[in-house]
């Protein structure tokens, strides 16, 4: 019995490793020739309306992959009968540009009669992911495809599987390994934090009454704490957010590992890395070369599109990204 358990489990654990790898370039080359200039058009149209686009779509990959594998559980909308993941309370408010970006690029790859209902809103979240990147200024890459939708989503599935900001280098570094992401992933995906913006409250710890003692983090930057904490007075409104990157907010660079040495990372979990000895050589070399970091960036954006990929009758292509079939 004990045994037959074990060899389920072995069996479980071969099929995760075989559909992680069964994404691969070109994937849609016969099935739908033209779908990554359709979706690079539809994106690059979103971002013409908004650049919350960029950071939007970003982290919603991110969260989508952390939670239950890249399969796009996070664009489904909840319903009377069940609370989808986005509306998890830790869905951290994901900016709902992430979620349109998807819904305009799945409409206009199905306006094209072969490729209709052909291409999932998991690989279309993939290629946006790729696109931002670019129109941000960042390198682009070939994008893995071949990753089918989640047949689920709910916001109880979210607890517990996203980082927070408060993390230090072992709680992150546990946290990508269980997706089967490396210490260096971790680094380098973390300077997707060189877009976008937080919400006070997210660091509001660093600014005010830190530990007794000392009222401010020790690691941040005496002049950057003075210029938070008159963006992000005691008792801000919950709505007022800021750029995570003073210098280059709309520029995907590695302006991040050098704010870092300049001790301005905006999280505790953004610091860490460059205040750990393990993880600050990384900071150090990535702040120096944008080219050893846009291949190291490349890199861990392709493993993290392997998370938890379902194939076969794991999954499904959704009609309505937002809407379970
Ligand atoms: C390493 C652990 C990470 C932690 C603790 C973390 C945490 C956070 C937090 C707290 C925010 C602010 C949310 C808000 O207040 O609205 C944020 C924003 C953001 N995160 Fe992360 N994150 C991490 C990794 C990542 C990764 C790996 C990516 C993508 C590859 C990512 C992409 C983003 C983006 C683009 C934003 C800006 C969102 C916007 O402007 O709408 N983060 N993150
Ligand atoms: C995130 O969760 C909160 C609280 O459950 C909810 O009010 C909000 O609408 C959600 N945000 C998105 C973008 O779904
Ligand atoms: C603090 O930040 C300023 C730039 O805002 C920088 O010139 C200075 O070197 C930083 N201080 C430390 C200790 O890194």
Redesign the pocket.
């Known amino acids: 019995m004990r045994n037959l358990s074990l060899l389920t489990l072995l069996f479980a654990l071969s099929l995760t490793r075989l559909s992680s790898a069964q994404v691969r370039q070109n994937y849609y080359s016969s099935i739908c020739p033209n779908v990554e200039s359709i979706v690079r058009n539809a994106v690059t149209a979103k971002f013409q309306q908004t650049f919350?686009t960029v950071?939007?779509t970003?982290?919603l990959?991110?969260h989508d992959c952390f939670v239950n594998g890249c399969d796009a559980s996070v664009i489904v909308a909840s319903t009377a009968n069940n609370k989808a993941e986005k509306d998890n309370p830790d869905n951290?408010?994901?900016?709902g540009d992430g979620f349109d970006t998807v819904i305009k690029a799945k409409a206009a790859v199905d306006a094209v009669a072969q490729c209709r209902n052909k291409v999932s809103c998991a690989d279309i979240l993939a290629m946006a992911a790729r696109d931002v990147i670019a129109l941000a200024g960042g390198p682009s890459y070939a994008v893995e495809l071949g990753r089918l939708d989640g047949l689920s989503s709910t916001a109880a599935s979210v607890t517990g599987k996203l980082?927070?900001?408060t993390?230090d280098v072992n709680q992150?570094t546990s946290m990508f390994a269980s997706h089967g992401l490396s210490q260096a992933d971790?680094v380098a995906?973390?300077a997707?934090?060189t877009?976008?913006?937080?919400?006070c409250n997210?660091f509001a710890n660093r600014i005010y009454n830190f530990k007794p003692g000392a009222p401010i983090d020790p690691t941040l930057n005496k002049t950057y704490a003075a210029q938070l904490q008159s963006m992000c007075p005691k008792n801000v409104a919950a709505d007022i957010?800021i750029n995570?990157d003073p210098f280059t907010p709309r520029t995907f660079d590695n302006q991040y590992y050098k704010n870092l040495q300049m001790r301005m990372g905006l999280?505790t979990?953004d610091q860490a890395l460059f205040e750990d000895s393990r993880t600050r050589p990384a900071v150090n070399a990535w702040a120096q070369s944008s080219d050893t970091f846009n291949k190291a960036f490349i890199a861990a954006?392709t493993r993290?599109g392997r998370v938890g990929v379902k194939t076969g009758s794991q999954g499904n292509i959704r009609r309505d990204c937002a809407v379970l079939n």
């Open positions: 919350v950071p939007g970003l982290r990959f991110f951290l408010s994901l900016a980082p927070q900001p993390f992150l971790m995906l973390s997707a934090h877009l976008g913006f937080s919400h997210r957010a995570m999280f979990s954006m993290l």
